[in-house]
């Protein structure tokens, strides 16, 4: 089945926790604090895989979850990084963010990577927190935060050369007879459902061929299969057009040509400027003077024709020699310039170090933020010494001298979180 987009939930690996520790060994006089710091979380990756051709795999499992870092440990043992969780996706994946909308990253490369989800920072031990006037600190770092958003994933066939054109008019036949591929070849319209690939080897080079499933009249505007896979035409460098002459459709050649011609450029002026050779196909059932009028009305346009009848391979080592031969002729294409958006790990957020202060319906200050909370993982509620740094973190803020304006005054309650104290101006 080829599935071409898809919708997942990635979350990074919390960071491990910083450790409580303090030496005890026999005859090592003055032991002090000896806790290690905790191992980074486990990020997710991206990886584009050339040997992946649909994302059929993500319609099954929907969410990733990368593991989180070991806890620090005594004896300022350092906790174990999580490993990154690998999610191999097909060669020219686009990655955008749901949230906002935005593209996060394009893989069009074989072996590119792209960090989607970042692991949180490992806590520091408490080892970190000892100072001149700080001896014994009973308090360790809480680990870093994971990351966890929702992404789309959205595969674009990357292909040297798109085979466009109405239902039935023989792209198929095309590729088979050109490729060691074996699409679907039946009189009917729409047997081809999904793009299928080739490579055409000519002389010692070759090129990816694709087979874009059959266009219709609007189907820029979702008409048929075209505005699903019009898509996979924007990265192909040349395009084939076919067209069938022999009229077995009970349709006129010439407005076949200028009605998905009409298509291609409602979808994309980019798409309508790509180079384009013409294959007027069916000769063999064709009338003489149709395809003579046909040939000097596509001319007319500054196209080149080329009669063919793919299924008795007639006409078709012309055509592929003329679409090496544009390639090769075809300039260094540019990058098409995309701004990528950076999606922020929490701890880079411009809001990070913020704190927020509210009231809630019994008049208790309410303080929140980030990484307040934080600094409030990291709080061992039953040692002075880091309250005290809780405390002196809130103050250093500026926060105590908001709250006096906003009325506060001995005896309120602030609440941090889930922990509750009352305030005493001494």
Do not use: C
């Amino acid at each position: 089945m080829f599935v071409d987009k898809a919708q997942i939930l990635i979350k990074s690996g919390k960071g491990g926790d910083g450790a409580v520790s303090f030496r005890r060994e026999p005859y090592v006089p003055q032991g002090g604090p000896d806790g290690g710091n905790g191992g980074r979380g486990g990020s997710v990756v991206l990886l584009a895989d050339r040997n992946l051709r649909t994302l059929m795999d993500f319609r099954y499992k929907r969410k990733y979850e990368a593991q989180p870092g070991e806890n620090g440990r005594g004896k300022q043992q350092y906790g174990k990084d999580a490993e990154d969780l690998i999610i191999k996706v097909p060669v020219g994946t686009v990655v955008r963010d749901v949230a906002s909308g935005n593209i996060m990253a394009d893989l069009k490369e074989d072996g590119q990577r792209f960090v989607a989800a970042k692991g949180g920072k490992g806590g520091k031990g408490n080892v970190w927190f000892k100072n001149s006037v700080r001896q014994a600190p009973n308090f360790a770092e809480a680990g870093g935060f994971s990351v966890e958003r929702t992404i789309e994933l959205e595969l674009k066939l990357i292909a040297d050369v798109g085979l466009v054109g109405y239902p039935n008019v023989g792209k198929s036949t095309l590729l088979s007879v050109s490729t060691s591929a074996n699409p679907k070849i039946a009189n009917y319209h729409f047997t081809t459902l999904t793009p299928n690939l080739g490579v055409v080897t000519l002389y010692d080079q070759s090129f990816i061929m694709a087979d874009i499933p059959g266009l219709i009249e609007g189907a820029s505007e979702g008409m048929g299969l075209g505005l699903d896979f019009l898509k996979h035409i924007e990265r192909t460098r040349v395009l084939i057009h076919i067209v069938d002459v022999s009229g077995s459709e009970g349709r006129d050649p010439v407005e076949d040509f200028e009605k998905i011609n009409a298509e291609l450029k409602n979808y994309s002026e980019k798409l309508a400027q790509k180079p384009m050779l013409v294959a007027a196909n069916k000769m063999d059932m064709a009338e003489e003077e149709t395809y003579e009028r046909f040939k000097t009305y596509v001319e007319g346009k500054g196209y080149q024709v080329f009669p063919m009848s793919a299924p008795i391979h007639e006409g078709v080592d012309e055509l592929l020699r003329a679409a090496l031969s544009t390639l090769n002729s075809l300039p260094e294409e540019e990058e098409e310039e995309i701004v990528f958006y950076n999606a922020p790990d929490p701890e880079d957020e411009p809001d990070f170090r913020d704190i927020n202060i509210s009231q809630d319906e019994n008049g208790t200050f309410v303080l929140t933020g980030k990484q307040l909370r934080k600094i409030f993982d990291s709080t061992n509620f039953n040692d002075t010494g880091s309250l005290r740094y809780l405390y002196k973190y809130i103050e250093n803020k500026g926060i105590m001298d908001e709250l006096m304006e906003m009325g506060l005054e001995d005896g309120d309650t602030i609440k941090v979180f889930d922990y509750e104290f009352e305030f005493y101006e001494d």
